[in-house]
């Protein structure tokens, strides 16, 4: 299936940038270029893009834009559901947003007339959220203005990429928002997946982002932060240890005192005695009297 945007058919007539969603099982299997650029968006499964006769993946999250004069073929790699959103963008357009940014996009940022890049699942979500947008407006000039800032936001991604040397700033953010919620101990309960989807993104995209950022993986960095919460119950209460457990999202015994051993060097139970702030108080302030904090 292909849907056109606004069924502006074979050509970009008035318009700047013409959108359409596609998913049908070969794509462009046959080389062709274009008189426009265009931006291929991949929001779900995988292509292959062949280029002077050179494979390349596309997958989930990935951002390609070519120049009108490269030629290419793309087609479905293997059998996952491909959902592909392409722009076709008027060379004005580019040449006007290239004044707009102070930069030569044709020449600087695409002058090997093709780049590849990532988007975070947060920034492919809201790309869709203004697509959907476009959609739904039925006046052309605000459905344009949609398209322009899809472009735009683009654009400006690849700016800070080709500058930072090809450090993506978006990671950052992700790495950041994902850390602060795994030590949040409201979300101790959850699994990773469910972390990960409470910012959009998918665990496997941020998996790869704590990898390329030299992080322990996201699920050891959940641990940790659990044991360590596991320890102020440990040093200020009389809770059963297996109560505590679960309270950290630790449902069994036997794993959590194998991880608190592997992460502390000694059982709950052992550094419970060694740290307990009830033991202090009845030993050395309180006498006899029994105190649950």
Known sequence: MKQHLNMWPNSLGPVEVNAF???ENELLPYEHDHTYYEFMLIERGSLIQTIDGVDTILDKNTTCILRPDVAHTVKRNGNSTVVLLNFEVDMKFIDALSNQLGIDVHNSLLKDGIVIFKSSGHNMHNYMKLLASAYSIKDLKQSQICLKNIITKLLTQLIDI???GNVNIDDNIVVSAILHEL??????????DAICRKKSYTHEHVSRLFKKANLPQPNKVLLKNKLAYACTFLKSSKMPIIKIAEICGI????YFNKSFKTEYGISPSQYRKNNSIYNKLTSHDLGSHEVII
């Open 162 to 164: 080709h500058f930072l």
């Open 21 to 23: 969603i596609n998913n």
């Open 251 to 254: 449902y069994t015994v036997s």
């Open 183 to 192: 030590n949040n101990p409201s979300n101790f309960t959850l699994g990773i």
